[in-house]
T-cell receptor, first 118, second 111 residues
Framework: DTAVSQTPKYLVTQMGNDKSIKCEQNLGHDTMYWYKQDSKKFLKIMFSYNNKELIINETVPNRFSPKSPDKAHLNLHINSLELGDSAVYFC?????????????????FGAGSRLTVL | GQSLEQPSEVTAVEGAIVQINCTYQTSGFYGLSWYQQHDGGAPTFLSYNALDGLEETGRFSSFLSRSDSYGYLLLQELQMKDSASYFCAVPLSGGYQKVTFGTGTKLQVIP
């Protein structure tokens, strides 16, 4: 069983389109994240949710809208795609602050979704 | 400001030992983690330090000095499969959930 699964793995689309990436975790974690990794491999945090509530919104354009229907799912919808949105998007989860101890913010990542905007 | 700095590239010989450094600036501290990422793959957790000192996990060890805002990852008996990017990560002052990654160090292991 995949601990953190995200779909689709690859996404190729035209500028101006709208697309979504879905993420699910079966680890029972409280906290979920979206990260963007650009061509220079820099991993940038975008959003963090704890128990379905938005905790971190790291100055991401409002064309990006995350949604967490429950604590096991965190989806990302992107409107009006731009060339600069091309990147690999990683979903991740962690036990969260409620877990306490050393593992609270140890992240488990999904396999990534490579988005190419043409 | 708040940041994490790592060397961008390191090259080492198979069988050798290599150290990857990480310096950080944060107003709060909740621990330093290390992740490995192979090309085309996802980051995977390697090691975590909440307190000063050395944590050993097989061939990999991680060290932390909170007074120096500094840590390192030590890889021993290098193998070709250790060629990957290595990231340090800390939750920055936003709290537990703002896990922020360093700039990454690309390690190339050569025969």
């Amino acid at each position: 069983d995949t601990a953190v699964s995200q779909t689709p793995k690859y996404l190729v689309t035209q500028m101006g389109n709208d697309k979504s990436i879905k993420c699910e975790q079966n680890l029972g974690h409280d906290t979920m994240y979206w990260y963007k990794q650009d061509s220079k491999k820099f991993l940038k945090i975008m959003f963090s949710y704890n128990n379905k509530e938005l905790i971190i919104n790291e100055t991401v354009p409002n064309r990006f809208s995350p949604k967490s229907p429950d604590k096991a799912h965190l989806n990302l919808h992107i409107n009006s795609l731009e060339l600069g949105d091309s990147a690999v998007y990683f979903c991740a989860s962690s036990p969260g602050p409620g877990a306490g101890g050393a593992g609270a913010n140890v992240l488990t990542f999904g396999a990534g979704s490579r988005l190419t905007v043409l | 400001g708040q940041s994490l700095e790592q060397p961008s590239e390191v090259t080492a010989v198979e069988g050798a030992i290599v150290q990857i450094n990480c310096t950080y600036q944060t107003s709060g501290f909740y621990g330093l983690s290390w992740y490995q990422q192979h090309d085309g793959g996802a980051p995977t957790f390697l090691s975590y330090n909440a307190l000063d000192g050395l944590e050993e996990t097989g061939r990999f060890s991680s060290f932390l000095s909170r007074s120096d805002s500094y840590g390192y990852l030590l890889l021993q008996e290098l193998q070709m499969k250790d060629s990957a990017s290595y990231f340090c990560a800390v939750p920055l002052s936003g709290g537990y959930q703002k896990v922020t990654f360093g700039t990454g160090t690309k390690l190339q292991v050569i025969p």
